[in-house]
């Protein structure tokens, strides 16, 4: 093994940790951080945390108050592996860079860079002042991906936008105009595991007034999202929500709203699945957009879930 692939190899261990972080880290984004002793030949953990709720310490801070009285003398000589790049201000917890030059580590290996104003290269910088070797970039793209919702919010100032809707495998999302049971007791407990998931979802009016959807949580543990209804009377207020620290918004029918933000270039991702099932006539799924790339594809209870990106969003 040589260092880069031992600085993979622990910045993966971060992405993990990062990840416990999903539901109760935001609006703060998911860290996980490792502390590792040893070279490419011969290494151990001695300490390894991660951002587990938003207020509360972050993933340096709980890697630090896991290292083992005995193994503290050792820190002199550690590198510590961190997804997202140190705070270097004062928010509801002291600056992380400052808690690292203290412990006194050899070396800082960074996933990326932070992209919230306060940051944005300051703690790397701070830590390199202080002596520190910092190594930036491994594992990049994991690392944005993982926190795409929060790098959005504050790139953008507007939540990250996730449209989804259900079709048959001939197009259509419902069966003459009327509901359709397209989905599976699993597939629809991922819907709901989703929703947990984010902050926000939006239905149109029409779908509303139809179907009455209640858009919670049923079939998994989790918050509901905050429940939105767009029509002439209420629009879609971007800034409004990122006033409100709406960080990502599921957008889940009809048909006429779902293309509206196609149209517009308004999304980031788009969740579609797909059943086995035909019908005579209906109303056709959204036209996909060209610049759409699949990233994923699953099959379940015999219905298909594709994820997509938007390619104008990758860089």
Not at 151 to 175: S, V
Request: some cysteine; hydrophobic content about 35%; charged content about 25%.
């Amino acid at each position: 093994m040589n260092q880069q692939e031992m600085d993979e190899k622990y910045m993966r261990r971060c992405l993990q940790l990062a990840a416990n972080g999903r539901q109760n880290a935001r609006p703060n984004p998911m860290v996980g951080a490792v502390i590792v002793v040893g070279n490419a030949a011969s290494s151990r953990i001695i300490g390894e945390g991660y951002h587990v709720r938003c207020g509360e310490g972050h993933a340096e801070v709980n890697a630090f108050a896991s290292v083992r009285k005995e193994d503290e003398p050792l820190l002199k000589e550690a590198t510590i592996y961190v997804s997202l790049e140190p705070c270097s201000h004062y928010g509801k917890t002291p600056p992380c860079a400052d808690l690292i030059i203290k412990k006194g580590v050899r070396r800082v290996v960074v996933g990326c860079i932070d992209e919230f104003a306060k940051v944005q290269g300051r703690g790397i910088q701070k830590l390199r002042d202080a002596g520190i070797e910092v190594t930036v970039g491994v594992l990049e793209e994991q690392c944005r991906w993982l926190n795409r919702r929060f790098f959005t919010f504050h790139r953008l100032h507007r939540p990250y936008i996730i449209l989804k809707w259900a079709q048959t495998e001939n197009g259509f999302i419902d069966n003459h105009g009327k509901p359709l049971a397209i989905s599976t007791p699993f597939t629809k407990m991922l819907m709901h595991k989703l929703r947990a998931e984010e902050d926000a979802i939006l239905v149109g009016r029409v779908t509303d007034e139809r179907e009455h959807p209640q858009l919670n949580v049923r079939e998994w543990v989790g918050p509901d999202p905050l429940r939105m209804v767009l029509d002439h009377n209420h629009p879609l207020d971007l800034q409004r929500l990122y006033d409100q620290q709406i960080q990502s918004l599921i957008v889940e029918g009809g048909a006429k709203t779902l293309q509206s933000f196609i149209d517009q270039d308004l999304w980031d991702e788009i969740r579609v699945e797909t059943a086995s099932i035909k019908v005579d006539d209906g109303t056709p799924a959204p036209s996909f957009p060209a610049n759409a790339v699949i990233t994923d594809c699953q099959e379940y209870d015999g219905n298909k879930i594709s994820w997509w990106m938007n390619s104008h969003r990758c860089s």
